[in-house]
């Protein structure tokens, strides 16, 4: 068996120039799409990386050859099967996902009114605060101030999130 | 060892089932252990003065690591402290918790655990065996004094406590691994033979040891970390009486004086341990003196003593041999009479509900007997002949005026200066405890003190005589103790010196403490008046923590899904992407292409790809993503891969079915606003730069392989053979790497199950609210959906 895979004409393995950008090209749309607002276009990006991704696990395999089927080639000339079995599984995986992104999109539409991703009103509250919410030195007056500032950043966050609406 | 220290926390964990039944006889049930670890030690006293008894259990011996424990004369004092008195004030608890005290179960069961820890504690032999144990006491110490954490004072005296030894803890551990390693072991004797012969220096052990002594002056309240032990006080009075006074704050104490011997001679041990130890004395004793709470004022007392100690165990020196001994006679004594000073504390409280010394009147005549205790215990502490406090503070003053030179005087005057202070407030305690006060009504006793509250004072104060008395017992302890010190003085305890210099000091300081104590208006009209205050140190501090966890909180997470995505694409691009750079080089000999047919479907791909990202409309994205989906798979066929086209046909097939179902409910644009182009191109570039990045890894790492999988061989052989198969591609998928596919379809299932929920809760809220449409992009929608 040694001395087969030594015969094999495989050579260069490298992945070929035009592969490798149309590889760039699906992760750099992939990627742009992911960084967008809307989560449809994240959940294609998703998909477009899922494309990228499969194609460079086959890629990985070395260069085209005969399909592994016994009988059909002589052995020498078969492409590597394990990558092949292991970009089908990808490909399977890449689907069950996308369907449940597809769903929690379409929930998402339905309970807010709008696909967007927003960014999360705690978050911003907490970079908006001058003084931590729950001092472990606080006396009960800092505590009301605490409160009502509290109330004034939830306020905003609420005026803010109807007119993005 | 191991299984005393073990049974302890076994039966505290066991105690609540005793406590369902009868609240006080835990305490009694739970006092048990600690006697009979106080005899096994006592039985055991000669091995322990001759060399030590040793025990090893291993723990993880790959790492290196073992329980190791050893009992010498340093831990025998210490368990006499720990077990010892840890009985006794076991049994003052059944006299000072109520029958119905809900506060008793837990502190029972708390109680002996902390026992327990402590005990393995003092007798570690080994530095990480000795961390576990540190840093549960810790945790007790939390626990007990935070209680139940329903008073916000208690909270807050907790959470000082343990931020500020678990920080002085955790730097001590980062000290114990740089001696450890530095040592080449953990066991305490080892290292200080190794630190006795020089063998260690540099700098390394200058920070090691730095770090270890952070970690004690934290745990014993040394000067400037000392605020959390007088806060500590809010804890009942027994707990106050045995972790902060007899036993856990001398742990700092301990490790101080176990290291001593092999390192009090490096000028980076013994200046902090002196300074420190002398500035907490003054500190300490001064403070005591403006106290107006009892437990502020012994614990105050216990801060000044604590400084004592630290600088009587820790200075060595040419006559360390005198001040160890001095060190392990104080450290029995302030065991003795700080705890019964508590616990008389405690009686008073409970007899008559105040613990302020300007409203106590009179309970010299109403409480005789606790008074002639409280009195005994006090003199020990002031340092009156013939208690066992007088017998240690005569050997202290005699190492260091023996010793002369600067750092003798130097020392020895501060020591006065701090026993002065001592004195002045032993006497303010007895005063404000007990004397009758002009102006002020006798204070009435409501429930005069049974005995389970009174003998356990009687027993600590009067051990505290016996031993003065019958100082050979010490002495001989504290020799064993000292026995790595140059033998020179030929010094020994003794109630009777002759006249000399230090009598003359401890009456200097008798005398000087009645004066001060006569001055008292104006010393309490001085006090407020201090230019640094810990307390409030700490208080900044700790804001300051928070402020900036506020503010990096308030950066990092800044609640953005694209900056967070962004971010991690920068950190790969520049990480993984550096990498590959500097390390990788550009395989020589790259083809354009390998198969004429994979340029056309390239082509394809790359322009369906380009329009996905400019796509407006939702349907024309889906179309397209279809299109380079298909061409993926045309490749896949190119590659000579059938199997994997045919599911890629399929499954892009199905994803278009889905998206469909879903788009025909969205409107037909993408809602979003289009973001400035600011925020576009940026986007844009990273987007690009990242798929750059993905390409070039590509080409880099697959010319770093030299020749084709070594597997290819074997998978077409057995496929036929052992699968029964002549497609090795399906074979690998349901034989060799069927597990595999197994939990891919789990995956799926759980997918499926994800989905058909998402859908049908839809459907469920359409048909309960029929005002609910999908796609109303408005508020009133959101507040009508969510109600």
Redesign the interface.
Known sequence: ??T???T?T?D???????????????????????????L???L?GV??LG??T???L??????????????TAP?ES?????P??L???A??????????L??????A?????????Q??????R????K??SA???AGDGDEQDVESADDEVEAAAARGR?AA? | MLALVVAHLAVAALLPLVSARHRRAAFGVAAVLPTATLLWALANTAPALHGGLTTTTAWAPTLGLTLSFRLDALALAMVVLVSGIGAVILVYCIGYFGAESPEAPRNAALLLAFAGAMLGLVLADDLLTLYVFWELTSIASFLLVGQSGEQREER?AA?QALLVTVFGGLAMLLGFVLLGEAAGTYVIPEILAAGQAGRLHGGVLTAALLLILLGAFTKSAQLPFHPWLPAAMVAPTPVSAYLHAASMVKAGVYLVARLAPGFSDLPVWWVPVVVVGLATMVVGGWRALSATDLKQLLAFGTVSQLGFLMVLLGSGGPLGEISALAGVALLLAHGLFKAPLFMTVGAIDHATGSRDLRKLSGLRTAMPGTAAAAALAAASMAGLPPLLGFVGKEAAFAGFLDEGGLRGWIVALGLVLGSTLTAAYSARFLWGAFARKPGVEPTPVHHRPGALLTVPIWICSVAGLVLGIAYPVVDVLGASYAAPYPHVSGYHLALWHGLGLPLLFTAVALGGGLVLHAQRDRITALAPRSPLDAQRGY?LT??AI??V??GV???L??????AY??TI?VAFVLLPGAATVLGGGW?A???????VM??PL?IV??IA??A??RAKR?FT??LL?GV??YG?GG??I???????AL??FL?ET??LV??VF?LR??PAD???ER?PRRVRVP??V???V???A??AF??VL??A?T???????????L??AEAGA????SA??VDF?AL??LV?IG??F???A??AS??L??RY?RRGRRRVE??????E??ED??G
């Open positions: 068996m040694t087969m895979t030594t094999m495989m260069p393995v490298t992945i070929n120039m035009v592969m490798a950008l149309t590889v760039g090209v699906l992760y750099a749309v992939g990627f742009t799409l992911l960084l967008s607002r809307s449809m276009r994240v294609i998909v477009v494309h990228g499969n194609l460079l086959q890629l990985a395999g070395g260069p085209p050859a005969r399909p592994p089927i016994v009988g052995p078969f492409a590597d099967p394990l092949q079995a970009a089908l599984t490909i399977v995986i890449t689907f069950a996902l996308t369907t449940l597809l769903a929690l999109g379409y929930r539409f339905v309970l807010v009114g709008h696909d967007e991703v960014d999360d009103v705690e978050d911003r907490i970079a908006r605060q003084v931590p001092p472990l030195e109807d609406s | 807050r959470v208080e700790i804001a928070a402020r966890a506020l909180t308030g950066r997470q800044v609640g953005s899904l694209p995505l962004a694409l395989p000999g790259q083809p354009l292409y390998h198969s994979q340029v390239a791909v790359v790809a380009l996905v990202a939702r994205a889906v993503v380079i989906g993926v490749q896949f190119v590659d000579g891969a059938p199997d994997l599911a890629q499954v199905l994803s889905a998206f879903v409910r969205l993408f809602t979003e973001p986007k844009a990273l987007g690009t990242g798929g750059a993905v390409a590509a080409v697959s010319g392989r020749e084709p999988s070594s597997t290819i061989g074997e998978f077409v052989r496929a036929p002549n497609n090795v591609v690998i998928i790497r595999d596919t891919e995956v799926l759980i997918a499926a994800g989905v998402l859908v809760a839809t809220d999908s796609g109303q992009s408005s508020p929608h959101e959906v969510l």
